[in-house]
T-cell receptor, first 108, second 120 residues
Framework: DIQMTQSPSSLSASVGDKVTITCRASQSISNFLNWYQQKPGKAPELLIYATLTLKTGVPSRFSGSRSGTTFTLTINSLQPEDFATYFC???????????FGGGTRVDI | QVQLVQSGAEVKKPGSSVKVSCKASGGSFSANTITWVRQAPGHGLEWLGGIMPLSGTINHARKFQGRVTFAADTSTNTASMEVRSLTSEDTAVYYCAKVAQELGGAVDLWGQGTQITVSS
């Protein structure tokens, strides 16, 4: 099974900061990497799919990139509504096995 | 616009079973995979498995093979998941969600979640 290792598990930041979250896959997953945002008491929401494509309506301050099996979510100029937990997830496995990273909590 | 509406919270005894339903409201999910994910208190997201309603193809996470059953009724656009032999470690919010193959297999629609509490 493909393992996803996400770091850091939590971070503190201020409004206007640039934030970087990393997710490493245990094997090649091509570009089949997705990012989700979850706020307390709510279901996760898709932010970015296929490594770097923003879902419609997601602000452009969010971006995704890849270097080998390491994927990065970057939030430029953090906004108050961005304080949440972020998860990566691979969708490469066949048969499907939608393994998630452990999550990164972004606090003020 | 399609929404996934899940059944309500339940409290179960250890050793019992629970069934959670997930209805697609405002559309059909037959052409998509419905997947199930759970989140224990203060923990991350854990994939349980999923079903392709049109073909009936089912995939389980290895950990849940033999203890979790998935089903789907295309006539009512309702999927369901049953977990047997519950323990306190199964206490979690359970989500159904739709996999979008056109988005590389990302999950683009989630149900509201169902709280399952296992307690004696």
């Amino acid at each position: 099974d493909i393992q996803m290792t996400q770091s850091p598990s939590s971070l503190s930041a201020s409004v206007g900061d640039k934030v970087t979250i990393t997710c490493r896959a245990s094997q090649s997953i091509s570009n089949f990497l997705n990012w989700y945002q979850q706020k307390p008491g709510k279901a996760p929401e898709l932010l970015i799919y296929a490594t770097l494509t923003l879902k419609t309506g997601v602000p452009s301050r969010f971006s995704g990139s890849r270097s080998g099996t390491t994927f990065t979510l970057t939030i430029n100029s953090l906004q108050p509504e961005d304080f949440a937990t972020y998860f990566c997830q691979q969708s490469y496995s066949n048969p499907p096995n939608l393994s998630f990273g452990g999550g990164t909590r972004v606090d003020i | 616009q399609v929404q996934l509406v899940q059944s309500g919270a339940e409290v179960k005894k250890p050793g019992s079973s629970v069934k959670v339903s997930c209805k697609a409201s405002g559309g059909s999910f037959s052409a998509n995979t419905i997947t199930w994910v759970r989140q224990a208190p203060g923990h991350g997201l854990e994939w349980l498995g999923g079903i392709m309603p049109l073909s009936g193809t089912i995939n389980h996470a290895r950990k849940f093979q033999g203890r979790v059953t998935f089903a789907a009724d295309t006539s009512t656009n309702t999927a369901s998941m049953e977990v047997r032999s519950l323990t306190s470690e199964d206490t979690a919010v359970y989500y159904c969600a739709k996999v979008a193959q056109e988005l590389g297999g990302a999950v683009d629609l989630w149900g509201q979640g169902t709280q399952i509490t296992v307690s004696s």
